[in-house]
């Protein structure tokens, strides 16, 4: 049972990366999926979620207009799109998994946890 975050890198502010986080060993359908993500020295955010019952999302309002949350779950997959992205979104990037309709905020609600992809902005 795993989940593998992937897509980070070196962007210039502005631009964009897409997030994967692609879970093995178990079934995507039945899971909340959220995405988090920790700064150097800054505590654990979360960044935003989609629901397993209904497909619905929600976002911190930093992101909001920025990032979209997407599944696909015929590839048992989930996507981070990020657009216009600032230096403040620097930060190494976790997917979560939770065995629930609805997709919390809370992070130690969630059952299983990629290792995290790094995402840097700058110019």
């Known amino acids: 049972v795993q989940l593998q975050a992937s897509g980070g890198g070196l962007v210039q502010p502005g631009g964009s990366l897409r997030l994967s986080c692609a879970a093995s060993?178990?079934?995507?359908?039945?899971?909340?999926i959220a995405w988090f993500r920790q700064a150097p020295g800054k505590e654990r955010e979360w960044v935003s979620g989609i629901n397993s019952n209904d497909g619905s999302t929600s976002y911190v309002d930093s992101v909001k207009g920025r990032f979209t949350i997407s599944r696909d779950n015929a590839k048992n997959t989930v996507y981070l799109q990020m657009n216009s992205l600032k230096p403040e979104d620097t930060a190494v990037y976790f997917c979560a998994a939770d065995y629930s309709a609805l997709a919390t905020m809370i992070a130690h609600a969630y059952d299983y946890w990629g290792r995290g992809t790094q995402v840097t902005v700058s110019s």
């Open positions: 060993g178990f079934t995507l359908d039945y899971y909340s």
